[in-house]
């Protein structure tokens, strides 16, 4: 636009020029009107190029403002085109850390349903024993779990749990102890098995929690921190939950938990004891424990008592041993539990039970450790983990001649966090006095000692 008008202005200056040079001949030699006439013309043709000019000069700035326009709506629509993908990024990136991130209660999430899946794998070895009369044997299991949540708004939560797994491991048939090795054997056989399911609602700002369904009493029962998740902590029973309580499998149950008051929390609950849905009030398994979280040392700790009753019927030991006919009784028991922070990286656990003598194998069961943070040797998601224990069998069974003593166990793991969606520890167990067991002439057993060498993966989608 520039260059059309200066070559109009440089025309207009020409044509000027020559009209002024014409203009001084004709008066020095004298206008005719021949001459005049074609000035004239000329000055005609001037101010029509003049007219012409002024409407392309006036085409050209609209055209201009029109193409200044289109840029300002292109800007406009970029800007908003960057902030929406920069939002849609954030957006992603949010959900991948949410899925990425190791917490058994919220893998993912969208449109409030969040699932998790995690598959866990056990390799053990028996390496200096002949408590079968087998040798040594090395077995391994693995499970799968399959997990749904939704939470209703202001109503409650709807939860899901399928599980699936194969291989018994050490346990039953290669080794005869009180307890097992490991707690995470659930053979199904790789068929899909619902194991929980249940509604949670929600009552007084969470202060009183209602749960229905298919649940599991370890969840609510001897609870615990740091020894209570056989895919993350040890894997012996005896440390997973006080081997005294006789838990049914995961059964129509119903369970209510409290906030009495500020660090005081109530756990009651009934299930069906049997597990065939069958006469559900026939037999039955309860349980009322109380837990309290103290902050007298400013650290996180909980401490808890419990008792339980199972109205499943069992044989009196006395009158099986003496060949007497056999009566049946209910079995019943209590414990107590603790989990305490002591150290910025180190946490304590124990327990204890009882339970009926009369009909139970076990009278007494206690167990301690203690779990140290990878954060004291710079790997802040790695933790180490040591327990000791004892299953002790009450007067009635060693009446019987099958056990003369207390079985203990012994359980050291180191939990090593590969990445974030991967984690194995090895681990080691030493079993002594198995199934109660110290003299090689007393039972059908064999009181030499168990060592057992064991690989643990957690995979984490």
């Not at 597990?275 to 009322?288: A, H, L, V, Y």
């Not at 909980?302 to 041993?321: A, C, F, K």
């Amino acid at each position: 636009m520039k260059t059309i008008f200066q070559n109009g202005m440089l025309l207009v200056f020409f044509l000027t020029l020559f009209v002024m040079q014409n203009s001084l001949t004709f008066a020095d030699v004298g206008m005719d009107n021949e001459i005049a006439k074609r000035i004239k013309d000329l000055e005609k043709m001037v101010k029509n190029m003049e007219l012409i000019h002024k409407k392309e000069m006036s085409n050209l700035v609209d055209r201009l403002e029109d193409l200044q326009q289109e840029n300002r709506d292109l800007r406009k629509l970029m800007t908003n085109k960057e902030q929406e993908q920069k939002e849609f990024i954030v957006h992603c990136e949010s959900a991948l850390r949410d899925a990425t991130v190791r917490e058994p209660s919220v893998p993912f999430e969208t449109e409030g349903l969040e699932i998790g899946l995690s598959a866990t794998s056990v390799i053990q070895g028996i390496v200096n024993s002949d408590n079968t009369g087998v040798g040594d044997r090395t077995d391994s299991t693995w499970t799968a779990d399959l997990e749904f949540s939704k939470t209703f708004e202001n109503c409650g939560l709807a939860f899901c749990h399928v599980e699936m797994g194969q291989g018994n491991g050490l346990d039953d048939d290669e080794l005869n102890l009180f307890s097992c090795v490991n707690r995470d054997n659930g053979n199904s056989g790789s068929t899909l098995t619902v194991t929980e399911l249940y509604y949670e609602a929600i009552f007084f700002d969470e202060r009183l929690l209602v749960t229905g369904g298919k649940i599991d009493p370890t969840a609510y029962l001897d609870d615990n921190e740091i020894a209570n998740d056989e895919t993350a902590h040890f894997l012996s029973c005896i440390f997973r939950n006080a081997s005294t309580i006789p838990f049914p499998d995961n059964n129509l149950g119903l369970r209510v938990g409290a906030e009495i008051c500020d660090g005081l929390y109530l756990n009651t609950g009934i299930l069906e004891a049997d597990g065939d849905f069958e006469d559900i009030f026939d037999r039955t398994f309860g349980f009322i424990q109380l837990a309290y979280s103290p902050d007298f040392i400013e650290r996180p700790g909980t401490y808890r008592v419990y008792g339980w009753y199972d109205t499943q019927q069992h044989d009196l030991l006395e009158e099986s041993i003496s060949g007497q006919p056999r009566k049946r009784e209910d079995n019943h028991g209590f414990g107590v539990s603790f989990d305490q922070e002591v150290l910025d990286s180190t946490t304590l656990f124990g327990r204890f039970g009882w339970a009926d003598e009369s009909v139970s194998n076990i009278e007494y069961a206690w167990s301690s450790g203690l779990q140290i943070n990878g954060d004291l040797w710079h790997r802040e998601n790695d933790y180490f983990g040591v327990a000791v224990g004892q299953n002790i069998p009450g007067m009635q069974l060693e009446k019987s001649g099958a056990t003369n003593h207390k079985e203990g166990q012994l359980e050291v793991y180191y939990n090593w966090q590969i990445y974030d969606h991967l984690a194995i520890s090895p681990h080691l167990q030493i079993v002594w006095n198995p199934n109660g067991v110290a003299d090689e002439d007393v039972g059908a057993g064999s009181d030499s000692t168990v060592t057992i060498l064991g690989l643990r993966s957690q995979l984490d989608f």
